[in-house]
Each structure stands twice: as C-alpha cells, then as structure tokens.
C-alpha cells in the first residue's frame, strides 16, 4: 500500500442522480421536501425526549438517540444530493470525500449497532415488564449506547484507513451522489479484489450478522406471543411489526450495496436514495410519532409553547 504517494487525484467529480434537466427541478423540490421533513421530525423527536420528563425512559433514550442520528446521516448526503441537481460539474477534494465516507459510515455503524441493541430493548419490555426498569437502567442503557458508538467508530476508521493509502491516479469520476466507498475503492489504480473483499468483511458481513440476530431475535418474539392474550398480543404485534418494517428498510439496502462485489447495477442510485434520503423521514412516523406517549408530549409541548404565543 505505497500507492498514496502516487496519488494525482485532489479532487473527485460527483456526476450526482442525473443529468436530465427536465427531472433536475422537479427531484430537487422532492428531496428538499423530503430532507426538511426528516431535519423537522427528527429533531422534534430529540427536543420531547429531551424535554418531556415522562419520556425519559431507556426505550425513548434509545429513540432519541435513533432520531439524532438520522438527522446527522440524513444531512451527511442529502445536501450533495440537492446541490447536484444545479452545479455542473459537483466536486469534492480527496479530504472532504474521505470525511464524508468517514461519517456517514461512522453513523451508520452507530445505527445498525443500535438497532440491535434495540432489539433486546424491546425483549425486556415484551417479557420481564415488572423487571424492565431494573434491567434498562440508565448506567446499563448508557452503556449499551456508548457501545454503539465506539462500534460505529471502529468499523468506519478501518475503511477509511485502507481507502486512504490507495493510489488514485484518474479517472477521478464517482458514479453517486455521494462519497462512497465502493465508487472510491473502483477509481484506485491497482488490483482491488483483496481491499474489496476486507470492505465486504467489514460493512457487509457485520450487516448481515446483525440482520440475521434481528431477524432471529423477532421471530422468537413473535413466536411467544402467541401465548398472549388478544388485546396484549396486538399491542406487542403493532410494535414488533412497525421495528421490522425499519429494520428492512435499513438493512437490506445496505446488504444490497456493501455485501457483494463492487460493481454498477441500475439500481444502485435508487438504492442509495432510499436508504441515505428516504429511510430517515421514515423513522419518526414509523417508530415514534405514532406513539401514545410521544403524542401526549407534542400536545403538552405545543400548549405550553405556542398557544400561550397566540393568546
């Protein structure tokens, strides 16, 4: 890996979604729509966890935290995305696209640790209800969202690691929206067959590992609340169920993506909207907004706020 000394390439070109000007203005005014809808929803999520004393609690601790990152991975590749659509050409220094490769992989890390996490979150609660705050509390929910984090790191400081020591020496055109690593790691000048395979060890083993855990750990759920009683076994079905749906979301673009050789499909840009610009707006209405709790909190906030403002 002496390449890096040979490298010509300052800067990268991002040939965006497309080139269509007919499209161009109408994508653009969707994906704007789209990434204010994720910035508001998710970020009001954050300010009732924060504010609302009755949704602190580890699961809501664990939304909060699923909503703050969205946020973040949203607002990583969504920008490039909009600013595509008008600048011709879009470009990117090699440092600015090795730290956009770094975050988005660092919190993206994050959310597939947490989602896991969750899981057992939502394991306890089904199971031991009386023992729930006993067993989440706020050291071992703290830790277990510390441990997302420190994993997050780790898988993304290994990538950008290697990516940064790879010769690039032209072209320099990235097929994307974004910065990515399987678009960078094909521009290198050298046989990449061993670096992809330690970038498919690294993204795609660890995120069909933690889909099948996931997968498992929801049918075994699902499977003993048959024993329930209709009413209960409805409410733990809803939210099994609504946790599945994001989970997939999330999972299996990236499968698609991270977990096979790097090479162009035709659905690659599609996938890539759906699970960097699409997934986060879902989140809230999915996982949260639909919530009781959440709900009473956004009344209680908007009377305290906002009417006493009119009156």
């Excluded at 973040?72 to 920008?79: D, F, G, L």
């Excluded at 639909?290 to 009377?303: C, I, P, S, T």
Aim: proline content about 5%; some cysteine; hydrophobic content about 50%.
């Amino acid at each position: 890996m002496e390449g890096r000394n040979h490298s010509t390439v300052t800067k990268f070109i991002l040939l965006g979604l497309t080139k269509s000007s007919e499209l161009q203005l109408f994508l653009f005014i969707i994906f704007l729509v789209v990434y204010g809808m994720t910035v508001l929803g998710n970020l009001l999520i954050v300010v009732l966890v924060v504010c609302e004393p009755n949704l602190h609690t580890p699961m809501y601790m664990l939304l909060g935290n699923l909503s703050f990152l969205d946020f973040c991975y949203s607002s990583i590749t969504a920008p490039n995305l909009l600013a595509g659509f008008f600048l011709d050409p879009q470009t990117i220094s090699f440092g600015g696209c090795m730290a956009q490769i770094f975050f988005f992989h660092f919190i993206g890390g994050i959310k597939i640790f947490l989602l896991t996490l969750m899981a057992y979150d939502r394991y306890v609660a089904i199971f031991y209800p009386l023992r729930y705050v006993a067993i989440m509390n706020p050291a071992m929910c703290g830790g277990l969202v510390g441990a997302s984090w420190i994993g997050g790191f780790i898988h993304s400081i290994v990538q950008v690691s290697i990516i940064i020591h790879l010769p690039f020496c032209g072209p320099h055109e990235l097929d994307n929206f974004f910065c990515d690593v399987p678009q960078v790691v094909k521009l290198a000048c050298l046989d990449t067959f061993a670096v992809e395979l330690l970038m498919v060890s690294n993204s795609g083993l660890v995120t069909v590992l933690c889909f099948v855990v996931l997968l498992i750990s929801y049918s075994i759920l699902l499977a003993k609340l048959r024993a329930w009683t209709c009413e209960g076994r409805a409410k733990a079905f809803s939210t099994c169920a609504s946790h599945l749906t994001v989970v997939t979301l999330i999972f299996g673009p990236c499968i698609y993506i991270y977990a096979r050789p790097f090479r162009s499909f035709t659905l690659d840009k599609a996938v890539s909207v759906l699970y960097t610009v699409v997934t986060p707006v879902l989140n809230p209405i999915i996982y949260t907004l639909r919530n009781k709790d959440v709900q009473l909190a956004l009344r209680k906030l908007r009377k305290q706020y906002l009417l006493p403002a009119r009156e």
